[in-house]
Every structure is written in structure tokens, then in C-alpha cells.
């Protein structure tokens, strides 16, 4: 948003997820708080998905993988991403039976 730049805010979606982008200069006349603090934050983000795999075959070639596709020891099988801004993004699927 708007239609023409400058941009200020897009969503994100894939099936029944959206996930909302807001411009930081933007943000700060909504939040107050964040004026004057750096842009980010300490933390990941956890994605649970269907179809784990074909989503990592999917992208795999176009971000930066930053944990291989494996299925861990609580059940879920996942990958994990750095974006653009360096944060930790990371896809899981619940395995069944886990």
C-alpha cells in the first residue's frame, strides 16, 4: 500500500497464513515506541506448515538455508532460512505419530 510508491505496508500470504510488512518510518508514526531504536530484533520466528518438504524444494534455490531439511528428535521435520534482514526463519511440519 498505496498503489503507487512510495510503499508503506504489503502482506504475505500462502494458503491461510499472512504475514503483515510495515515500512519502519511508517511503523514509528503508529508505534511511538520505536522511534529512535534500531531496526530488529533478538529472536526467531517458527512457521508450523504442511507440506514442509515440498515448501523447502520449493525455495531452496532462491533464499539462504541456514539448517538443512532433517526431521528432529521431538518429531518435526523442518528447515530454516535467514532472510534479507539476517533474521531466523524456520519452517516445521508435526510428523505423524509425533
Known amino acids: 500500500m498505496p498503489d503507487a510508491s512510495p510503499f508503506v ?3 504475505v500470504t ?3 497464513v499472512e504475514i503483515f510488512l510495515n515500512d ?3 511503523a514509528v508514526k503508529e508505534y511511538p ?5 534500531p531496526i530488529g530484533a533478538t529472536g526467531t ?8 518438504d515440498a515448501l523447502h524444494d520449493r525455495i531452496k534455490s532462491t533464499v539462504k538455508v541456514v539448517m538443512p531439511i532433517a526431521t ?3 518429531g518435526m521435520r ?8 539476517g533474521y531466523v526463519l524456520t519452517f516445521g511440519e ?5
Open 24 to 26: 519502519a518510518a511508517t
Open 72 to 74: 528432529q528428535f521431538y
Open 78 to 85: 523442518e528447515f530454516a532460512i535467514e532472510d534479507p534482514d
Open 33 to 37: 515506541a520505536f522511534a529512535g531504536k
Open 14 to 16: 500462502s494458503g491461510p
Open 45 to 52: 520466528l517458527y512457521i508450523e506448515v504442511e507440506g514442509v
Open 94 to 98: 508435526r510428523k505423524a505419530g509425533s
Open 9 to 11: 505496508f504489503a502482506s
